[in-house]
């Protein structure tokens, strides 16, 4: 079992920052990769940024130059994604889910994925 925690959400205005944070925890498993989504009223959950374990990112097109993703592998089994979010527009507004991709410690498939609570992001114009 893996437990995933977010935190740092809130109410900002536009153009100003915001970051989340993610501590995802596990026994005998290794990450492969972890990331944000997010889902605004209405519409299809959508990728924010990914990174793998290597250090690989992704990121949605809306969100490119403005959002960075980062990473802190301090221990073996408990890893903490973050998301620097700037220039924070009102689209941006959403409910951001953390995305846990894992696999048993020794055994690369299948891999298995747990999300977070969520954590509501708002930006006023």
């Known amino acids: 079992q893996v437990q995933v925690v977010e935190s740092g959400g809130g109410l900002v205005q536009a153009g100003g920052s915001l970051r989340l944070s993610c501590a995802a925890s596990?026994?005998?498993?290794?990450?492969?990769?972890m990331g944000w989504y997010r889902q605004a009223p209405g519409k299809q959950r959508e990728l924010v940024a990914q990174m793998g374990s290597g250090g690989s990112t992704n990121y949605g097109d809306s969100v490119k130059g403005r959002f960075t993703i980062s990473r802190d592998n301090a221990k073996n089994t408990e890893n903490t994604v973050y998301l620097q979010m700037n220039n924070l527009k009102p689209e941006d507004t959403a409910i951001y889910y953390c995305?846990?991709?894992?696999?048993?410690?020794?055994?690369?498939?299948?891999?298995?994925?747990?999300w977070g609570q969520g954590t509501q992001v708002t930006v006023s114009s």
């Open positions: 596990g026994r005998d498993v290794s990450i492969n990769a």
């Open positions: 995305k846990v991709i894992v696999a048993l410690t020794g055994r690369p498939n299948p891999e298995y994925q747990y």
